[in-house]
Nanobody
Framework: QVQLVESGGGLVQAGGSLRLSCAAS????????MGWYRQVPGNERELVAT???????NYADSVKGRFTISRDNARVTVTLQMNSLKPEDTAVYYC?????????????WGQGTLVTVSS
């Protein structure tokens, strides 16, 4: 019902910046909160940042002050601006969309985009 496609990943040197974008299609009216998660091989997927449909944000302690999450007024895209990148930020980053109150079963994930930070 909802499809998510991430873009913007790539290779960057430590201290540099990248901007990730996530575009939603399908039943976009069902989407409530959205977020970014990341995962490295052998580790569990972890939360990076979330943003509600009202615009409230939440960040992992490891990225506070460096990353900024935002979404457009139509809530069809969500963006993660990543500054002052560190090698430990290297991971596959996944976009996520949860449902609004009338669609509680929505749990959509993108295919992931790789971010590699070199030292």
């Amino acid at each position: 019902q909802v499809q998510l496609v991430e873009s913007g990943g790539g290779l960057v040197q430590a201290g540099g910046s990248l901007r990730l974008s996530c575009a939603a299609s399908g039943s976009r009216f069902m989407i409530g909160a959205m977020g970014w998660y990341r995962q490295v091989p052998g580790n569990e997927r972890e939360l990076v940042a979330t943003i509600t449909d009202a615009g409230s944000t939440n960040y992992a302690d490891s990225v506070k002050g460096r990353f900024t999450i935002s979404r457009d007024n139509a809530r069809v895209t969500v963006t993660l601006q990543m500054n002052s990148l560190k090698p430990e930020d290297t991971a596959v980053y996944y976009c996520h969309a949860g449902g609004r109150s009338f669609s509680p079963n929505l749990d959509a994930w993108g295919q992931g985009t790789l971010v590699t930070v070199s030292s």
